[in-house]
């Protein structure tokens, strides 16, 4: 067991999920909008979805794991590529973080469930994104492929619970925040750019 691949992954998903992007966001502006229960009804719609991807992941890649490692390694190869193109993208874009709340409709926490879990479950870069992200970090030479991707794919969905309900329920303060100190922008681009080459960085190594 390599416990210091499992805590590096906690952090990176933490990382991650606290930098600015579609979907905190999202939670956020239904947060203000709306109230948090409903910031809370979103969060659990995009954390529900994650199954699907981790379920597609465990399978998919396990099945590849046990025919080639040759393949295999190309998957990882492929991750570390597209985890640094990330970064490309984090680095050309926009560090302001806009919250545009004109426009949100109130809809009922089923509804908002439902958005949020088909959201994700239809988004491909999330599929793409657990591609990358995932096989660098098994953990386990004796553990089954398919048991690792399932303990990370609910290491994911935990720390991100966490986080994304602390973004509904702390809304209000995260946007005064957010207005009031514009360089954090800047600040989470950076980490983020950071996060994705260290990862890319670990599964070349």
């Keep these: 067991m390599h416990y210091e691949l499992l805590f590096s992954f906690v952090l990176a998903t933490a990382a991650l999920a606290i930098s600015p992007g579609p979907d905190n966001i999202y939670v956020l502006i239904q947060s203000i909008t709306n109230g948090k229960k409903y910031g809370l009804a979103t969060v659990a719609g995009l954390i529900s979805g994650c199954i699907i991807h981790t379920t597609f992941l465990a399978f998919g890649v396990s099945a590849v794991i046990k025919e080639n490692d040759t393949l295999f390694f190309y998957i990882k190869l492929?991750?570390?590529?597209?985890?640094?193109?990330?970064?490309?993208?984090?680095?050309?874009?926009?560090?302001?973080?806009?919250?545009?709340?004109?426009?949100?409709h109130k809809k009922s926490l089923s509804q908002l469930f439902k958005q949020g879990f088909i959201m994700n479950v239809l988004n491909p870069k999330v599929s793409i994104f657990f591609l990358a992200f995932f096989p660098g970090f098994l953990f386990s030479d004796s553990l089954s492929a398919v048991f690792q991707f399932y303990v990370l794919g609910f290491i994911f969905m935990f720390v991100s619970l966490i986080l994304f309900s602390s973004i509904a329920i702390l809304a209000g303060s995260i946007s005064d925040y957010i207005k009031k100190n514009k360089n954090l922008g800047v600040v989470l681009k950076w980490l983020q750019i950071i996060v994705f080459i260290g990862i890319a960085i670990l599964i070349l190594l």
């Design 78 to 104: 492929f991750g570390a590529f597209y985890l640094l193109y990330l970064a490309y993208k984090v680095f050309k874009g926009d560090s302001r973080i806009l919250l545009c709340n004109e426009n949100v």
